[in-house]
């Protein structure tokens, strides 16, 4: 089992540009997340999707959307990036939705925007 | 509202020492708490977690943690540090019917030898 995998692991924007980041999970869990990590700042939850078909906003989504493909895929797509959006994103993904269940990581795309 | 603090931004003690990070949290029930490991250039991975019973929980790579009620901290220790425990810890608080972890800002532990 691969687990979490994000594709890109690294990527330069210039302001104003668009991209979408991939993720994926071969765990058969119904929930997942999308967090970016700044320094000092821990991890902050951007928008997750509790299952398939359902997404919501998590601390810090504007300038950013989601999609939950199906049951595997969850991609995070930024419309017009931003400097402020330079940051480490990870996705993760849990077997239910409530705070117990343990969150697995992918290794994150370390994102870049000029 | 649920917040993690971690008071210590970084720490460096030497191979062989104990280690401590502290973490405290804010909630009003009981919370599920969590530590993760992040490794340089590596994701998150879960190093111990406690929901509830024994408050002294057993995690992986030789980690231990306390969960103390009355002073909402959950303290990870380690009796002998290794150079590969070099990494950054991340605390985090969940909750029943919440479906979301909320973090706190970490602590970069570095290990001299």
């Known amino acids: 089992n691969a687990g979490v995998t994000q594709t890109p692991k690294f990527q330069v924007l210039k302001t104003g540009q668009s991209m979408t980041l991939q993720c994926a999970q071969d765990m058969n869990h119904n929930s997942m997340y999308w967090y970016r990590q700044d320094p000092g700042m821990g991890l902050r939850l951007i928008y997750y999707?509790?299952?398939?078909?359902?997404?919501d906003k998590g601390e810090v989504p504007n300038g950013y959307n989601v999609s939950r493909l199906n049951k595997r895929e969850f991609s995070l797509r930024l419309e017009s990036a931003a400097p402020s959006q330079t940051s480490v994103y990870f996705c993760?993904?849990?077997?239910?939705?409530?705070?117990?269940?343990?969150?697995?990581f992918g290794p994150g795309t370390r994102l870049t925007v000029l | 509202a649920q917040s993690v603090t971690q008071p210590d931004i970084h720490i460096t003690v030497s191979e062989g020492a104990s280690l401590e990070l502290r973490c405290n949290y804010s909630?009003?029930?009981?919370?599920?708490l969590f530590w993760y490991v992040q490794s340089p250039g590596q994701g998150l991975q879960l190093l111990l977690k406690?929901?509830?019973?024994?408050?002294l929980v057993q995690g992986i790579k030789g980690f231990e943690a306390e969960f103390k009620r009355s002073q909402s901290s959950f303290n990870l220790r380690k009796p002998s540090v290794h150079w590969s425990d070099a990494a950054e810890y991340f605390c985090?608080?969940?909750?029943?019917?919440?479906?979301?972890?909320?973090f706190g800002a970490g602590t970069r532990l570095a290990v001299h030898p």
């Open positions: 993760a993904s849990s077997a239910g939705t409530s705070g117990h269940n343990e969150q697995f």
């Open positions: 985090a608080v969940g909750a029943r019917g919440y479906n979301k972890l909320i």
């Open positions: 999707s509790a299952s398939e078909g359902t997404t």
């Open positions: 909630y009003g029930a009981t919370p599920y």
């Open positions: 406690y929901f509830s019973g024994d408050t």
